[in-house]
C-alpha cells in the first residue's frame, strides 16, 4: 500500500485560474513537506508542517499556500496560477523523532500551467 | 552554511562496470546523510542513510556509499550497474539539529549498452 498519495497526478490549468494539490499520507507521520522539481533541477521547499492546522514557509513559499486540515492530509494552493509555476510538485513525510528526517515521497504531480 | 554539491550533472557508463556518483557537503558537524533515486515519472525512493558508526553503508540494489568527515564527502558506489540503474541520483543532507532535508542537484545517470 502507498504510503504517500497525491491528487491529481497530472494537471492542465490556465493562467490565474485556481488549483489545489492534494496529498494524503498513512504513515502517521508528523511532517509534510511541498517541494516543487524543475525539468533538470533539485528539489526546492515550498511549504511545510509539523502539526495539524499549521503551515509553515519553505525556501519558495511566493505564490503558494498551504492548508494541513489534519495530521494525514496536506494540500498545496495556487490561487493565481501563472506560467512559471509550470513544474512537478512533491509531497513527502516525516517522523523527526523516530526516523532522523528520512523522507517518504508521493508519486508527484505534473502541473502544467497555459 | 548548509549545503549539497553534486559535481556530475551527468554520469555515462557502461552496463556490467563500476560507479561512483559524487556527493560533497558542508556543515559544521556530522550530518545525516541520504542517496535518493529517481527513476523516470516517478517519486523519489531511499537507496540509503548514514546516522554513524561504519562509515560504509549498503543500501539497496547493491549500492553502498561512504562517509568522509575529513573529505566532507558521501559517494554513491556500486560494482557492477545494470541498465535499470538508468536514473536521477539525488544526495541528502539532514542537520542534526531539525528535520529539514538540504537537497543536492542530482546527477543523471546513463547506462550504455
Known amino acids: 500500500e502507498a504510503a504517500v498519495t497525491q491528487s491529481p497526478r497530472s494537471k492542465v490549468a490556465v493562467t490565474g485560474g485556481k488549483v489545489t494539490l492534494s496529498c494524503h499520507q498513512t504513515n502517521n507521520h508528523d511532517y509534510m513537506y511541498w517541494y516543487r522539481q524543475d525539468t533538470g533541477h533539485g528539489l526546492r521547499l515550498i511549504h511545510y508542517s509539523y502539526v495539524a492546522d499549521s503551515t509553515e514557509k519553505g525556501d519558495i513559499p511566493d505564490g503558494y499556500k498551504a492548508s494541513r486540515p489534519s495530521q494525514e492530509n496536506f494540500s498545496l494552493i495556487l490561487e493565481l496560477a501563472s506560467l512559471s509555476q509550470t513544474a512537478v510538485y512533491f509531497c513527502?513525510?516525516?517522523?523527526?523523532?523516530?526516523?532522523?528526517?528520512?523522507?517518504?515521497f508521493g508519486p508527484g504531480t505534473r502541473l502544467t500551467v497555459l | 552554511a548548509q549545503s549539497v554539491t553534486q559535481p556530475d550533472a551527468r554520469v555515462t557508463v557502461s552496463e556490467g562496470a563500476s560507479l561512483q556518483l559524487r556527493c560533497k557537503y558542508s556543515y559544521s558537524a556530522t550530518p545525516y546523510l541520504f542517496w535518493y533515486v529517481q527513476y523516470p515519472r516517478q517519486g523519489l525512493q531511499l537507496l540509503l542513510k548514514?546516522?554513524?558508526?561504519d562509515p560504509v553503508v549498503q543500501g539497496v540494489n547493491s549500492f553502498e556509499a561512504e562517509f568522509s568527515k575529513s573529505n566532507s564527502s558521501f559517494h554513491l558506489q556500486k560494482a557492477s550497474v545494470h541498465w535499470s540503474d538508468s536514473a536521477v541520483y539525488f544526495c541528502?543532507?539532514?542537520?542534526?539539529?531539525?528535520?529539514?532535508?538540504?537537497w543536492g542537484s542530482g546527477t543523471k545517470l546513463i547506462i550504455k549498452p
Open positions: 541528502a543532507l539532514s542537520p542534526r539539529s531539525n528535520y529539514q532535508l538540504i
Open positions: 548514514y546516522y554513524s558508526g
Open positions: 513527502a513525510s516525516s517522523d523527526w523523532g523516530g526516523n532522523y528526517a528520512e523522507q517518504f
